[in-house]
């Protein structure tokens, strides 16, 4: 099972993810918390992946759809601190071209504003 903490900095949400993003370990969860978030005004999304040290495909195509919900709002999505594990397989997918990437969340935060 995978956490999610969330911290807003104005009308930026931050969300840590702990855990496996993963299909076993959390299915869903990324696109729940990012429609409630939505359903709640806030469409500028950082997702803090420093306690994330491996993703599957299940987890790739959370991220995606994560990106497809806010974009279809006008909003953003922004990954940071990626540790090289996910790193790596978001370049081997070329996923790292789709997404914007921040090595912190200061940066990340300052770049949605």
């Not at 997404?99 to 949605?112: H, R, S, W």
């Amino acid at each position: 099972m995978i956490k999610i903490i969330e911290r807003t900095d104005d009308n930026v949400a931050i969300c840590k993810i702990e855990g496996k993003l993963s299909g076993i370990e959390g299915k869903g969860q990324v696109q729940d918390k990012i429609r409630e978030l939505i359903e709640r005004d806030l469409i500028k999304v950082v997702l803090d992946l420093s306690k994330v040290n491996w993703i599957d495909s299940t987890g790739l195509g959370e991220l995606i759809a994560s990106l497809s919900s806010l974009k279809k709002q006008d909003g953003l999505l922004v990954l940071s601190n990626i540790q090289d594990p996910v790193q790596s397989l978001l370049k081997m997918t070329n996923l790292n071209q789709i997404f914007d990437i921040y090595q912190d969340v200061e940066k990340a935060v300052e770049a949605l504003r």
